[in-house]
């Protein structure tokens, strides 16, 4: 199809950045176009204070959908709107708070039939208004919902899903490319990919850090083949010539690296972690998915095999060790964790090796699925080894019982809170169970909590996830309600605007609800899930459906921790794992009292039922005495 013919089928607003004037809308008096404060490019639309003044576009629809549509709008006192109409008829508006600060405003899942009119509108209040950069998403292919006794989570959850689909690229649109704040206009157009927003809202591009976390989230709303392009865009970079880095960002078209952190093959931003993260991140997805190509696509596997293998050999010269090295010269040059914040030259550091390890084990899982067992027993034996690496040597800091974060480019250990680098190592599952990883965690939690806490919320959006693997659900839960309680305050990023509108956010709050509230975990190839209450002590019970699980949704429900109801809303059979926390001697399956089986993951006891539930059917577990 020719790019023409394509951008006719979507849903385009003509001139959304204002960069082309008046072009493609209409004016009342009182408003125009202007250059002092645009949000990106070097214009805007601004709407003088009071009533009846409006600036207009009418899109014709050439395909029947849904659809989400954005701005970015500030304004100097309350009372304007942000309107959507199709064919006259109001179909969603925001009236605008007065807030100086650029926010992003989403009016989401618009349904229009072919032939409608939908006409995008802003209008005035009692203050100016100023609006820039116009989006249209395409609406979610995935509508889970949540429902809950505490109606806190069910709000959070709302705001999340509507949020993080607002992020969405049409795949075909045309777009900006290597826009950041340096060059707020770009480089000149593109055509964008089934792409996602992930990293700053003022740059044009998505980042490896940033997809790895939100990877699961965007899953949940539907958008698998949004993560398959991303992530085989970042294995496509990880060439030998770039030693078996990814890079660290790509414009929206899935293909060009985005110019603020790519300068050449041997200076551009890279950073250790992220290459091992997006090895365990896409077998998360095929565990959701259920996609052969994670296993099957000889470009996926070449890029995991480099990484345990090759990556490591080439980036192991500094501290020989087995452990994937930086440079200790900054981000340019290959950085050794994810804390930028700090000046210490690392070369080894604790988000690294908790990735590499779960490189490793995500890599044996993958292989045994390739029917390769030789490499997946490998791989396995490897983690194994990492593992014991760290809990007796690498973590240990001799003569002392400090535990040790990284470790500088002569061969100090660093001790002490490292943000990234410290809490890393818990999420990984890279500590051995018991007393030492308790009495870190309570550090972590410490930390965080006083003047350790990181001023970016993106760096704090991994604690939920942190103390959800290690089942300390109320300080995840607190965690997740701190993060949502943050999104209306101002980014330490000005040019990010609110913290709300930084896309890890909201994606983010969608995967902790339902694989840390809820605690579902797939794995589709199997068609078997498994579940486990994590609900804080003031969550009741909470359910979601529509979760979508291989070529179907799941449904679940958990009232407290001791009670999980299971929806298949398939049509195949699922087996699902009810997995209850520690011991307990018997559980009532479906109203049949049953012995309660022990199963230990990473260390801890669990006690679960293995139940098979045919497409359309429900099944309950719960502990009995």
């Not at 826009?179 to 707020?184: A, H, I």
């Not at 809202?201 to 790895?212: L, M, P, T, V």
């Not at 970016?456 to 959006?461: G, K, P, S």
């Not at 605690?519 to 002590?537: E, F, K, N, Y």
């Given at each position: 199809m020719k790019y023409g013919a394509l951008f006719a089928m979507l849903l385009t607003v003509v001139n959304p950045g204002f960069e082309q004037g008046t072009a493609g809308w209409t004016f009342t008096q009182g408003t125009g176009v202007a250059t002092n404060r645009p949000h990106g490019g070097a214009k805007l639309i601004y709407l003088d204070a009071g009533p009846g003044r409006s600036v207009s576009q009418t899109v014709h629809v050439q395909r029947a959908g849904r659809y989400s549509i954005s701005?970015?709008?500030?304004?100097?006192?309350?009372?304007?709107?942000?309107?959507?109409?199709?064919?006259?008829?109001?179909?969603g508006r925001i009236t605008l708070p007065s807030r100086s600060t650029y926010a992003r405003y989403t009016i989401s899942n618009v349904e229009v039939a072919e032939g409608d009119q939908l006409e995008i509108v802003f209008g005035s209040g009692s203050g100016w208004v100023n609006a820039d950069d116009v989006m249209v998403s395409p609406g979610a292919a995935a509508n889970p919902v949540v429902t809950s006794s505490n109606p806190k989570v069910a709000e959070m959850f709302a705001w999340a899903k509507d949020k993080a689909g607002s992020w969405v690229h049409q795949d075909g649109a045309?777009?900006?490319?290597?826009?950041?704040?340096?060059?707020?206009?770009g480089t000149g157009e593109g055509v964008y990919a089934s792409t996602y927003w992930a990293g700053y809202a003022h740059r044009s591009g998505y980042y490896s850090r940033d997809f790895a976390h939100q990877l699961a989230g965007a899953h949940i709303l539907g958008l698998a083949e949004q993560n398959k392009t991303m992530?085989?865009?970042?294995?496509?970079?990880?060439?030998?010539?770039?030693?078996?880095?990814?890079?660290?960002?790509?414009?929206?078209?899935?293909?060009?690296?985005?110019?603020?952190?790519?300068?050449?093959?041997t200076n551009f931003v890279r950073e250790v972690p992220a290459a091992f993260e997006l090895v365990e991140k896409a077998n998360e997805a095929f565990r959701w998915s259920g996609d052969r190509a994670y296993v099957d696509d000889e470009a996926f596997w070449d890029y995991y095999r480099h990484v345990v293998k090759d990556f490591v050999e080439l980036h192991d010269g500094l501290l020989p060790n087995g452990v994937a090295e930086g440079t200790g010269k900054g981000i340019f040059q290959g950085a050794a964790s994810y804390n930028e914040s700090g000046d210490e030259p690392l070369a080894e550091a604790g988000d690294a090796i908790g990735a590499q390890y779960q490189a490793y084990r995500a890599f044996a899982a993958l292989a045994l699925d390739r029917r390769d067992l030789r490499t997946s027993l490998?791989?396995?034996?490897?983690?194994?080894?990492?593992?014991?690496?760290?809990?007796?040597?690498?973590?240990?800091?001799?003569?002392?019982?400090?535990?040790?974060?990284?470790?500088?480019?002569?061969?100090?250990?660093?001790?002490?809170?490292?943000?990234?680098?410290?809490?890393?190592?818990?999420?990984?599952?890279?500590?051995?169970?018991g007393s030492r990883n308790d009495a870190y965690l309570d550090f972590v939690d410490a930390e965080a909590s006083g003047a350790g806490r990181p001023g970016n919320i993106e760096a704090i959006t991994y604690l939920p996830d942190t103390f959800f693997r290690h089942n300390r659900n109320e300080t995840a839960w607190k965690w997740m309600q701190h993060v949502y309680d943050q999104r209306e305050a101002r980014h330490t990023v000005s040019r990010q605007g609110l913290n709300g509108d930084y896309p890890e956010v909201s994606f983010t709050l969608v995967s902790q609800t339902v694989e840390g509230l809820m605690g579902i975990q797939p794995d589709a190839p199997r068609r078997?899930?498994?579940?486990?209450?994590?609900?804080?002590?003031?969550?009741?019970?909470?359910?979601?459906?529509?979760?979508?699980?291989?070529?179907?949704t799941i449904g679940v429900r958990h009232d407290g921790v001791n009670a999980s109801t299971f929806t298949n809303e398939s049509a195949g059979s699922l087996m699902w794992e009810a997995r209850f926390l520690g011991e307990h001697r018997w559980l009532e399956v479906n109203g049949h009292r049953f012995p309660g089986l022990a199963k230990t993951i990473d260390g801890v006891t669990y006690t679960v039922a293995t139940v098979p539930v045919p497409g359309g059917k429900t099944a309950t577990v719960k502990t009995a005495r």
């Amino acid at each position: 199809m020719k790019y023409g013919a394509l951008f006719a089928m979507l849903l385009t607003v003509v001139n959304p950045g204002f960069e082309q004037g008046t072009a493609g809308w209409t004016f009342t008096q009182g408003t125009g176009v202007a250059t002092n404060r645009p949000h990106g490019g070097a214009k805007l639309i601004y709407l003088d204070a009071g009533p009846g003044r409006s600036v207009s576009q009418t899109v014709h629809v050439q395909r029947a959908g849904r659809y989400s549509i954005s701005a970015w709008i500030s304004t100097g006192g309350p009372d304007g709107t942000f309107t959507v109409r199709r064919n006259g008829a109001e179909a969603g508006r925001i009236t605008l708070p007065s807030r100086s600060t650029y926010a992003r405003y989403t009016i989401s899942n618009v349904e229009v039939a072919e032939g409608d009119q939908l006409e995008i509108v802003f209008g005035s209040g009692s203050g100016w208004v100023n609006a820039d950069d116009v989006m249209v998403s395409p609406g979610a292919a995935a509508n889970p919902v949540v429902t809950s006794s505490n109606p806190k989570v069910a709000e959070m959850f709302a705001w999340a899903k509507d949020k993080a689909g607002s992020w969405v690229h049409q795949d075909g649109a045309p777009g900006p490319l290597n826009v950041d704040e340096r060059r707020p206009a770009g480089t000149g157009e593109g055509v964008y990919a089934s792409t996602y927003w992930a990293g700053y809202a003022h740059r044009s591009g998505y980042y490896s850090r940033d997809f790895a976390h939100q990877l699961a989230g965007a899953h949940i709303l539907g958008l698998a083949e949004q993560n398959k392009t991303m992530l085989r865009s970042f294995a496509a970079s990880a060439s030998e010539e770039h030693r078996y880095y990814p890079v660290w960002a790509l414009n929206f078209d899935a293909s060009t690296y985005l110019s603020i952190d790519y300068r050449s093959p041997t200076n551009f931003v890279r950073e250790v972690p992220a290459a091992f993260e997006l090895v365990e991140k896409a077998n998360e997805a095929f565990r959701w998915s259920g996609d052969r190509a994670y296993v099957d696509d000889e470009a996926f596997w070449d890029y995991y095999r480099h990484v345990v293998k090759d990556f490591v050999e080439l980036h192991d010269g500094l501290l020989p060790n087995g452990v994937a090295e930086g440079t200790g010269k900054g981000i340019f040059q290959g950085a050794a964790s994810y804390n930028e914040s700090g000046d210490e030259p690392l070369a080894e550091a604790g988000d690294a090796i908790g990735a590499q390890y779960q490189a490793y084990r995500a890599f044996a899982a993958l292989a045994l699925d390739r029917r390769d067992l030789r490499t997946s027993l490998s791989a396995a034996r490897k983690a194994t080894e990492l593992k014991r690496y760290f809990n007796t040597t690498w973590s240990v800091k001799p003569g002392s019982g400090e535990f040790v974060r990284a470790y500088t480019v002569d061969g100090t250990p660093l001790t002490g809170f490292g943000k990234e680098n410290s809490w890393f190592m818990p999420l990984k599952g890279i500590i051995d169970a018991g007393s030492r990883n308790d009495a870190y965690l309570d550090f972590v939690d410490a930390e965080a909590s006083g003047a350790g806490r990181p001023g970016n919320i993106e760096a704090i959006t991994y604690l939920p996830d942190t103390f959800f693997r290690h089942n300390r659900n109320e300080t995840a839960w607190k965690w997740m309600q701190h993060v949502y309680d943050q999104r209306e305050a101002r980014h330490t990023v000005s040019r990010q605007g609110l913290n709300g509108d930084y896309p890890e956010v909201s994606f983010t709050l969608v995967s902790q609800t339902v694989e840390g509230l809820m605690g579902i975990q797939p794995d589709a190839p199997r068609r078997t899930v498994a579940t486990q209450s994590r609900l804080p002590g003031d969550i009741g019970w909470l359910a979601v459906s529509g979760v979508p699980v291989g070529d179907g949704t799941i449904g679940v429900r958990h009232d407290g921790v001791n009670a999980s109801t299971f929806t298949n809303e398939s049509a195949g059979s699922l087996m699902w794992e009810a997995r209850f926390l520690g011991e307990h001697r018997w559980l009532e399956v479906n109203g049949h009292r049953f012995p309660g089986l022990a199963k230990t993951i990473d260390g801890v006891t669990y006690t679960v039922a293995t139940v098979p539930v045919p497409g359309g059917k429900t099944a309950t577990v719960k502990t009995a005495r």
